[in-house]
């Protein structure tokens, strides 16, 4: 039972983060975001524009 619990609390918080990336992406003219995390490996980059705190600051504002 606490398996799925936390399983729809990740894929939950995943979802909203994707779609605040998304929106961030557009409004910067990003082609790509790249997710660099431990739970998902991903590549590794330089230069790139970092939307980590712009994402926090809008899912903590509601996706606003």
Sequence with gaps: ???KRMDAFMRKSVAEVEVEAEKLAR???LDMVVVDNPLM???KYQN???LTTD???R???GGK
């Design 1 to 3: 039972e606490w398996q």
């Design 27 to 29: 409004e910067k003219g």
């Design 41 to 43: 490996k991903t590549l």
């Design 48 to 50: 790139g524009t970092d």
């Design 55 to 57: 994402v926090l600051f």
């Design 59 to 61: 899912l903590q504002a």
